[in-house]
């Protein structure tokens, strides 16, 4: 990456940033890596509520994931207006969390880069990746299915921006 380019910034988010959004983090990661654009791309994770900051991925969520080869990293936090303003893409789990992420755009200044993340999906067809916080293991292995998914697309719409 030339000297004078920043890193593309792009930011997940869900509501308690245990679930869905490091998942996707987690994912994206090993996917820029693999695709030798860790330099180029930087990739974080956030939640509209706070209630779990500085906890871990969900135990479930990573047993999904590291079943899968991924390694496990990162710790939750709140999303904030800041982020909105220094993230080149804030993409949302669901319609709820877009819209609370609208909400913190109070003057719509960043409207153009919150987006859901299943608009990236190439396979799958969802409006949404569902919340699995309640469910049972399938509903881990169907956000795991979605973010991969989902991923891959957003990781080809921006190499398509770095060339």
């Known amino acids: 990456m030339p000297a004078d380019r920043k890193p ?14 490091p998942a996707a983090e987690i994912v994206f990661r090993k996917q820029v890596c693999d695709a030798g654009l860790d330099e180029a791309i930087h990739i974080d994770s956030a939640g509209t509520i706070g209630y779990h900051a500085g906890k871990g991925p969900d135990p479930r969520m990573a047993d999904t994931l590291r079943r899968r080869g991924y390694s496990i990293a990162g710790r939750a ?3 904030t207006a800041r982020d909105l303003a220094e993230f080149d893409l804030v993409l949302a789990a669901d319609e709820e ?7 913190l755009d109070r003057e719509a200044l960043h409207r153009d880069k919150i987006r859901l993340l299943v608009d990236y999906c190439v396979e ?5 990746v569902p919340d699995p916080y309640y469910g049972g293991q399938q509903g881990f292995e169907e956000v795991a299915d979605l973010v991969e998914d989902a991923c891959a697309g957003l990781l080809e719409e ?5 060339a």
Do not use: P, W, Y
Request: charged share 30%; proline share 0%.
């Open 124 to 128: 799958k067809e969802a409006t949404r």
């Open 77 to 79: 936090r709140q999303v």
């Open 97 to 103: 969390n877009l819209a609370d992420l609208r909400r």
């Open 8 to 21: 593309f910034r792009v930011l997940f988010v869900c509501m308690g940033n245990i679930c869905r959004s």
């Open 158 to 162: 921006i190499r398509g921006r770095l």
